[in-house]
């Protein structure tokens, strides 16, 4: 890594991507996901939900220097990851003839559900949770 020299269409990529990124919303928002980690009841009443397990130290170490390396949080990533991961689960079941799960109810039991769709996709809106047996 000590000659590292940028050519001129690497650049262009780069800067085309950050752009993609900011205009689809998918950009790193790192003081908004600062101010989540640290307030958990704020990032809890917007409607943010906390997952952890636990993983071996060969993952944890490249898992935190890719992230270091390319200025990513641990939020970021891994919510990218899901992401990706989810769709690739919704394909691979099209794929079998199964189509996606419906996900619907859990979302409504979480106090969302997805509004119509826009241009843009479709959004979460908050409502009342649904009661356990509905």
């Known amino acids: ?12 990529t780069m800067k085309a991507l950050m752009f993609k990124a900011d205009i689809s919303g998918r950009a790193s928002s790192g003081f908004g996901n600062l101010l989540l980690e640290r307030d ?14 636990r993983i071996d130290p060969l993952l944890q170490a490249r898992f935190e220097v890719s992230l270091s390396a390319l200025g990513m949080s641990k939020q970021e990533a891994l919510s990218e990851a899901l992401h990706e991961m989810l769709n690739q689960f919704d394909a691979k079941l099209r794929q079998v003839g199964l189509g996606p799960l419906d996900y619907e ?4 039991e979480l106090g969302f559900e997805l509004g119509p769709e826009t241009e843009h996709g479709r959004r979460l809106v908050r409502v009342e949770p649904a009661k356990k047996g509905d």
């Open 40 to 53: 958990p009841e704020q990032a809890e009443a917007i409607g943010m939900k906390n997952i952890c397990f």
């Open 105 to 108: 109810g859990r979302l409504r």
């Open 1 to 12: 890594m000590n000659d590292i020299h940028m050519e001129f269409d690497e650049l262009l």
